[in-house]
């Protein structure tokens, strides 16, 4: 499926699968540091950690979603941000564990999406805890005839969240999937909406 994005090089480095497959996820990553430090001022205690999260994105690339490595705050914020369309629409339980993890520490935030191609879409926030460790996530779902359409940001350090978030959310406001039809979703949207619930629930499929 071809997807295609509008995106601000200075703030989002797209992960190439061909090229990874050519170059090996090293040498990938480091070419792909040495173009963006040469494009934009990088602060050069920070060229190893943006070359090492980019190792880490490149690692986990595949055919069946689109990867970029996210960043701000002169390479400060850093965060993995994964684009995908199913092959069929999600059911509503998948849907639900999707949007919500257990290893949440608070009930998620919940935000209705706007974008041109993908047509209104639901978002969830989360602070998450694994292993003592504290992190951010943001999840979107687009409903499609046939198709869902998704994102992950993170996961990402707390304090970096609300600085990357506008960076996906504006990548996903152009975002085009060949062949996706976007629903009227408005209904689902504010279901999606009212099953925000408290702390020790359950999310309501």
Same mark, same amino acid.
């Given at each position: 499926m071809?997807?295609?994005?509008?995106?601000?090089? =200075?703030?989002?480095?797209?992960? @190439?699968i061909?090229?990874?497959?050519?170059?090996? *996820? &090293?040498e990938? %990553?480091? #070419?792909? +540091?040495?173009r963006?430090?040469?494009?934009?001022? =990088?602060?050069?205690?920070l060229? @190893?950690r943006?070359?090492?999260?980019?190792?880490? *994105? &490149?690692?986990? %690339?595949? #055919?069946? +979603?689109?990867?970029?490595?996210l960043?701000?705050?002169d390479?400060?914020a850093?965060?993995?941000f994964?684009?995908?369309?199913?092959?069929?629409e999600?059911?509503?339980?998948?849907?639900?564990e999707?949007?919500w993890?257990?290893?949440?520490?608070?009930?998620?935030?919940p935000?209705?999406?706007?974008?041109?191609?993908?047509?209104?879409?639901?978002?969830?926030?989360?602070a998450?805890?694994?292993?003592?460790?504290?992190?951010?996530?943001?999840?979107?779902l687009?409903?499609?005839?046939?198709?869902t359409a998704g994102?992950?940001?993170?996961?990402?350090?707390?304090?970096?969240?609300a600085?990357?978030?506008?960076?996906a959310?504006?990548?996903l406001?152009?975002a085009?999937a060949?062949?996706?039809?976007?629903?009227?979703?408005?209904?689902?949207?504010?279901?999606?909406?009212?099953?925000?619930?408290r702390?020790?629930?359950?999310?309501?499929?």
């Open positions: 071809q997807i295609t994005f509008d995106f601000e090089m =200075t703030s989002a480095i797209p992960v @190439d061909d090229d990874i497959r050519r170059l090996g *996820v &090293a990938w %990553a480091a #070419d792909a +540091a040495a963006f430090t040469a494009a934009v001022d =990088t602060p050069v205690e060229h @190893d943006l070359r090492s999260a980019l190792s880490s *994105v &490149a690692s986990e %690339a595949s #055919d069946d +979603a689109r990867r970029f490595l960043v701000g705050i390479a400060l850093l965060a993995p994964v684009f995908f369309v199913t092959d069929g999600l059911t509503r339980q998948e849907q639900a999707f949007l993890s257990p290893t949440a520490i608070l009930p998620p935030a935000l209705r999406s706007e974008t041109e191609h993908l047509g209104v879409g639901f978002s969830s926030t989360l998450q805890r694994e292993d003592g460790v504290d992190f951010g996530t943001r999840r979107w687009f409903f499609g005839q046939g198709r994102a992950l940001l993170g996961p990402v350090a707390p304090y970096a969240l600085v990357l978030e506008p960076v959310e504006r990548i406001a152009t085009r060949e062949g996706f039809v976007a629903l009227h979703a408005d209904d689902r949207v504010t279901e999606l909406e009212s099953a925000v619930v702390a020790g629930d359950d999310w309501k499929a």
